[in-house]
């Protein structure tokens, strides 16, 4: 039922994953690897959703120095199809503090 809220394109990998699944289920033996697979299947999509985030971190040269980053860049960057997706995603706070957190990586590995 919750598929339709799933971005096209997304979709069809996690829907192939769902019917892997489903076949693990089956066999006894399989089912302790139920979690590694959701697993993936969970890392593969957010990779496709939130990929490439750091191309949307920007260096502040005035006097502040720092790394910033923009939200609107990061959205507009995202294919068409994640657009809607990413919007609700650049509103959760786990978002935010990923992205607060790397930005603290980034700024401490800079020279």
Request: aromatic share 8%; charged share 30%; hydrophobic share 35%.
């Amino acid at each position: 039922e919750d598929m339709p809220k799933i971005p096209h394109g997304i979709e069809e990998s996690v829907a192939e994953g769902i019917k892997g699944i489903k076949k693990m289920y089956e066999n006894e033996d399989s089912r302790k690897r139920i979690g590694n697979k959701l697993s993936k299947m969970f890392c593969v999509t957010l990779v496709a959703i939130v990929g490439n985030y750091r191309g949307s971190c920007r260096f502040d040269n005035t006097k502040s120095k720092t790394f910033s980053f923009d939200h609107d860049h990061f959205l507009q960057s995202r294919p068409v199809n994640l657009q809607a997706c990413v919007a609700k995603l650049l509103q959760c706070q786990h978002f935010d503090e990923f992205i607060q957190e790397r930005l603290q990586i980034i700024q401490g590995a800079k020279p």
